[in-house]
Structure formats: structure tokens, C-alpha cells
DNA sequence: GCCAACGTTGGC
DNA sequence: GCCAACGTTGGC
């Protein structure tokens, strides 16, 4: 099983909005970078389990924990004119981006900084902590995802 | 709003 | 295929 931390602007969608889904589901959507369209192609697979980490706000850091629920399928919103991630170079029998479902899976009792990321020593491989960084999606350790689900005292069951 | 660190685009 | 210009990300 492979681990994942996922960046959202919780402006746009946040993991509470997550957890306000009728099914606690979201199609991951909008993502528009081929390194991460390949890894959620070749690496995604239902059942890793990944991070949901709050970006470009007040307080960046790690809200909770989720599911992936399916392997990666079109992103419906590359066909839609209208929508902001509208591709008109992609063709329906061909399409370009793609995306997974993701699910809650877990509470954490306190969210977690990305100060208290960077101040921990053993977080040092985290690619998200790394200069430069701009994936969307970041594949991770296990041992990593242990740890900050341990520091923010992760909610089993 | 700034700017470093990328990724993408397009002229050649 | 090179690379300058441009666009985006995201912490600060």
C-alpha cells in the first residue's frame, strides 16, 4: 500500500467540506500537471491511504487523513467549457487528465503545522518540506504518514 | 503582494 | 532540441 499527501486550497475545498459529502467522497479533480497525472495513472491504487494538507491559507498544515476509492479514471471537468479546468485540446476518446476518488477516512485531534512539520527531525525526507516543491499530489513514506498521523493524534475507528 | 522554483510554450 | 519568456505554485 502507498502513501499520499494531497494538497487542497481550503478556500476551494477543504477536508471539512470532505467530510460534508453526502458519501464523505470528492472526484480529486482539477489536477493539470503531468508528474502527477502519471503517478495517479501508474502508482494510485483504492485503498492507499493519503493526507489532506491545507494550502495558500492562514495556517498550511495537515487537516486528516483519506481513502483513495478508485484508480484513476477521466476528469469529467476537462470537457466542460465552462468549468475553470476546461482543456479544449483534450479529446473524449482520448483524454488528458484524470483523477481518483478519495474518501474520509479519519479525524485528527489537532491539526497539523507545517511549522510542526519542519520542526521535527525525522520528517527530514518529507518532499512536501523539501525547497521547490509544487506537486499538487507527493508520494510518501509509511513511516512519515505514521508519524504525523501520531502527531496529530489520529482518531482510530 | 513578493519572489523562488519550478513547468510549459513557442520561436528558431 | 534549445532556451528565453511566460505562467503557476505556495510560503512568507
Not at 464523505?24 to 503531468?34: A, F, I, L, Q
Not at 477516512?105 to 525526507?125: G, Y
Request: glycine share 6%; charged share 30%.
Amino acid at each position: 500500500m502507498n502513501h499520499w499527501l494531497l494538497k487542497s486550497e481550503p478556500d476551494t475545498f477543504s477536508f471539512d467540506d470532505l467530510k460534508k459529502r453526502p458519501k464523505k467522497t470528492e472526484p480529486w479533480n482539477g489536477v493539470r500537471n503531468y508528474q502527477v497525472r502519471n503517478m495517479m495513472r501508474d502508482d494510485m491504487k483504492p485503498g492507499d491511504l493519503g493526507l489532506f494538507y491545507h494550502s495558500s491559507c492562514e495556517v498550511p498544515g495537515v487537516a486528516g487523513v483519506v481513502r483513495l476509492v478508485s484508480s484513476a479514471k477521466p476528469d469529467v471537468t476537462q470537457f466542460d467549457p465552462k468549468s475553470e479546468y476546461y482543456d479544449k485540446g483534450s479529446k473524449k476518446d482520448e483524454p488528458r487528465w484524470l483523477l481518483v476518488d478519495v474518501a474520509w477516512e479519519a479525524d485528527l485531534k489537532n491539526f497539523v503545522t507545517l511549522d510542526q512539520l519542519r520542526a521535527e527531525p525525522r520528517l527530514a525526507e518529507l518532499l512536501i518540506l523539501r525547497r521547490g516543491n509544487r506537486l499538487s499530489i507527493t508520494p510518501m513514506s509509511k513511516h512519515d504518514f505514521d508519524l504525523i498521523c501520531q502527531m496529530g493524534g489520529m482518531k482510530l475507528g
